[in-house]
């Protein structure tokens, strides 16, 4: 019996190649067995609602697009309740998500890992409800992501990121936080933090721990106290440069669940996406959620 999948695309991602490939990804698709229907986004959200409505429909589920369509089709798959392997041909500017599994950039490679790949369950983030898929951040430079004009993106990548965050320096400020987690408090002036399940945050690998693990029902957390002066700033690079464990300045830890505290509103980025400006938020670990397929991990 000939099973059904269904291929979601942002015809916008990037800068856009998928359009020039997307044929011959339904080739491969239909040519290992698959009746194929396409369905290409039309606005935010609207994968979210797709997915939730016919993920019980379909064999098999391969998006196309950034971090942010991957969370969008993460999403409305968790919600529909379908337990549907999804395939992922990663088409954004830095694709962490896919970096961190192994999945190729080129959309080719990555479709055959879509229909021949083995399916690796991996954690999923809960965000006061909201899904997200490797991490959720506040502070200095997380809102480069969404900030950063796409023309850019497309013109200069990575680099792209780096300069807008050059143009938010003269506005860093510090958020006074508490972090509660298991039956311990962390307080203080706080200028960034980071919850992720990945290898690469930004397109950086320094960002998380050499032990960082997908699947183990853990978040990596990373914090950063507020450097009053050059010397304490040079103090806390050196600490991180080092991962220094003792740090004054940054805090790595695990966790599977974490409160958190703000005396204002402060923005959140949560897979590259804005994730709004709540005081308070929990977050929570959904223990190998997601069922993803890969070359092996």
Known sequence: MTQKLLFIINPNAGKGEIRETALDCIDLF?????????????????????????AASFDRIVCSGGDGTLNEVVSGLLASGAKTPLGYIPAGTVNDFASSLGIPKAPLEAAELAVNGQPYSVDIGRFSGRCFCYIA??????????????????????????????KTLPGIKPYHIRIEVEEQQIEGDFIYGMISNATSVGGF????????????????????????????????????????????????????????????EMSWTLDGEFGGKPKEVEISNEYRALHILVGGV
Request: hydrophobic letters at 40%; aromatic letters at 12%; proline letters at 3%.
């Open 30 to 54: 239909v040519k290992a067995g698959y009746d194929v229907t396409v369905y290409t986004t039309q606005a935010q959200q609207d994968a979210t609602r797709f997915v939730r409505e016919r």
């Open 137 to 166: 951040a506040f502070g200095a430079f997380t809102d480069v992501s969404y900030t950063t004009p796409q023309a850019n993106k497309n013109l200069l990548g990575r680099t792209a990121y780096i300069l807008e965050a050059i």
């Open 205 to 264: 690998k320094d960002l998380t721990p050499a032990d960082a693990q997908m699947d183990d029902g853990v978040f990596e957390v990373l914090l950063l106290r507020q450097p009053k002066n050059p010397i304490e700033w040079q103090i806390a690079l050196n600490d991180f440069i080092q991962r220094k464990e003792d740090s004054n300045f940054w805090h790595r830890f695990k966790a599977s669940r974490l409160r958190i505290v703000c005396e204002e």
